[in-house]
């Protein structure tokens, strides 16, 4: 059977067989090395800290000098706390902290499994007996799943210390009246919102880093394009769940 005619399926068949492995794990039937998710969980993690840091940041600071040119306007420089809350909760933080995950990990996951399949370790696990969706996919999906939601937390902290410096600098703004104005603001359905899509973005780093990685060919040049693919996969993916969630959440009114 020609590759062409395996595209429309293997990705539904990929994805049913890491939903079948995710099950068999929740009844404690895993073939991964507790070792092996807790070092691709500290690369998801405290690795991913400084980048997170300083590019949600500095986006915190953008939405309040941006917010602030034009608010000042009108006498209400302290709305910006507004702005930059209610933008970092529901959108920014997620979406920024997803798209450098997904240049970072999503594209080492994708050189690391497309390196394996072009040294034919993939063959070797199967020789072996253990399913390469089990024993390699399996824990880099968990450990996004776990780790992409506390990393949103962190980067609304940032994002919002960001703003609060420029709200500081440019408005005179002190940081309780910032932070006093920012929790009247936000409310639990602004932070669920942004929780969840970090969760389905996670999901979606994951699988398609491995999946790239996984099915890469077999040769140098192939693990050049999967990791290519898993970033720009990735990304337009994450724009598209992001629409996605944005016309739900409209229509439920949150």
Wanted: glycine letters at 10%; one cysteine or more.
């Amino acid at each position: 059977m020609q590759l062409a005619s395996l595209l429309p399926v293997r990705p539904i068949a990929y994805l049913g067989q890491v939903l079948i492995s995710a099950s068999e794990a929740a009844r404690g039937r895993w073939q991964f090395r507790p070792k092996d998710l807790g070092r691709v969980t500290a690369d998801c993690s405290a690795r991913a800290v400084p980048i997170v840091t300083v590019v949600n940041l500095l986006v915190g600071a953008i939405l309040a000098f941006v917010g602030a040119v034009q608010l000042v306007k009108f006498g209400a420089g302290i709305f910006v706390a507004d702005l930059v809350g209610i933008a970092e909760a529901r959108e920014m933080a997620a979406i920024i902290t997803a798209v450098v995950m997904a240049g970072r990990t999503g594209a080492a996951f994708a050189a690391e499994l497309a390196t394996m399949q072009a040294n034919e370790e993939v063959d070797a696990l199967e020789v072996l007996g253990l399913n390469a969706i089990d024993f390699l996919v399996l824990p880099r999906v968990l450990a996004l799943l776990l780790m992409m939601p506390l990393l949103y937390i962190y980067g609304c902290v940032t994002g919002l210390l960001g703003g609060m410096l420029v709200a500081a600098g440019m408005l005179d703004i002190s940081p309780a009246a910032y932070l006093d104005r920012t929790l009247l603001a936000l409310d639990w359905s602004h932070i669920g919102l942004g929780f969840s899509k970090s969760i389905v973005f996670g999901a979606l780093i994951g699988l398609v880093g491995c999946y790239t990685g996984l099915y890469a060919e077999r040769n140098a040049a192939g693990v050049g394009v999967a990791t290519t693919n898993a970033v720009v996969v990735s990304i337009v993916g994450i724009i598209v769940l992001d629409a996605i969630f944005a016309v739900c959440a409209n229509a439920l009114g949150i």
